[in-house]
């Protein structure tokens, strides 16, 4: 098991091109292309995992299904994000029984039996400096999820957000946060709010 530190950043859509030429300038590079993603998220039927996320409880987990470039793929990974006091990690495994999963839900030992709520779409850009990674998300947009009914997505208000991921501490000594505003983010969370707004789930916009 390898524990990562993930920080987050808000990025204001008018200030996206601004922020990729700051890191470039700092001898970032492009590692991989660009590519569309699909996340679809499992949560029990009254949502404890958000619930958790929202009051920051630990151990807590986000358990979700990616697919790049087309939501109909085929190749399919199933992933299960980790907070506990010792650190995050993640597991990410390939699947062939997404089927199943979506139409059955998922048991989770600790939440119980897990269906799939919400689809978050989004495109993602890749750059890495020595052991710093980051990763720049935009168009971020969410559907409820819905096996029969065609989806609806809802595009996120007003910006979008990049991640910098690395194992230590010691790995960001160089990198200039003071430049930057680090913010508690999370995709799942946003998605639950904006397409629950006149629910009791709704919380303040992290």
Same mark, same amino acid.
């Given at each position: 098991?390898?524990?990562?530190?993930?920080?987050?950043?808000?990025?204001?859509?008018?200030?996206?091109?601004?922020?990729?030429?700051?890191?470039?300038?700092?001898?970032?590079?492009?590692?991989?292309?660009?590519?569309?993603?699909?996340?679809?998220?499992?949560?029990?039927?009254?949502?404890?995992?958000?619930?958790?996320? $929202?009051?920051?409880? $630990?151990?807590?987990?986000?358990?979700?299904?990616?697919?790049?470039?087309? #939501?109909?793929?085929?190749? $399919?990974?199933?992933?299960?994000?980790?907070?506990?006091?010792?650190?995050?990690?993640?597991?990410?495994?390939?699947?062939?029984?997404?089927?199943?999963?979506?139409?059955?839900?998922?048991?989770?030992?600790?939440?119980?039996?897990?269906? +799939?709520?919400?689809?978050?779409?989004?495109?993602?850009?890749?750059?890495?400096?020595?052991?710093?990674?980051?990763?720049?998300?935009?168009?971020?947009?969410?559907?409820?999820?819905?096996?029969?009914?065609? #989806?609806?997505?809802?595009?996120?208000?007003?910006?979008?957000?990049? *991640?910098?991921?690395?194992?230590?501490?010691?790995?960001?000594?160089?990198?200039?946060?003071?430049?930057?505003?680090?913010?508690?983010?999370?995709?799942?969370?946003?998605?639950?709010?904006?397409?629950?707004?006149?629910?009791? #789930?709704?919380? *303040? +916009?992290?």
């Amino acid at each position: 098991m390898s524990f990562r530190i993930e920080k987050k950043i808000a990025i204001y859509k008018n200030n996206i091109s601004n922020f990729r030429n700051y890191i470039l300038e700092d001898n970032f590079s492009v590692t991989f292309p660009n590519r569309e993603i699909f996340s679809i998220y499992f949560d029990t039927n009254d949502f404890q995992m958000f619930r958790d996320s $929202v009051e920051g409880i $630990v151990p807590r987990k986000k358990i979700r299904m990616r697919k790049y470039n087309d #939501l109909n793929s085929e190749e $399919v990974f199933f992933e299960i994000k980790v907070s506990s006091v010792e650190g995050r990690y993640k597991t990410v495994n390939k699947i062939n029984n997404h089927k199943k999963l979506l139409d059955l839900g998922y048991f989770d030992h600790n939440y119980g039996l897990c269906y +799939p709520k919400i689809i978050v779409k989004y495109n993602r850009s890749y750059y890495k400096k020595k052991n710093v990674r980051i990763t720049l998300d935009k168009n971020i947009a969410f559907s409820k999820y819905h096996k029969h009914n065609r #989806l609806m997505f809802n595009a996120y208000n007003d910006y979008d957000c990049a *991640e910098i991921k690395c194992n230590k501490l010691e790995d960001l000594e160089n990198f200039d946060l003071d430049q930057i505003q680090i913010v508690r983010n999370s995709k799942y969370c946003n998605g639950i709010n904006e397409l629950f707004k006149n629910s009791a #789930l709704y919380t *303040e +916009p992290f």
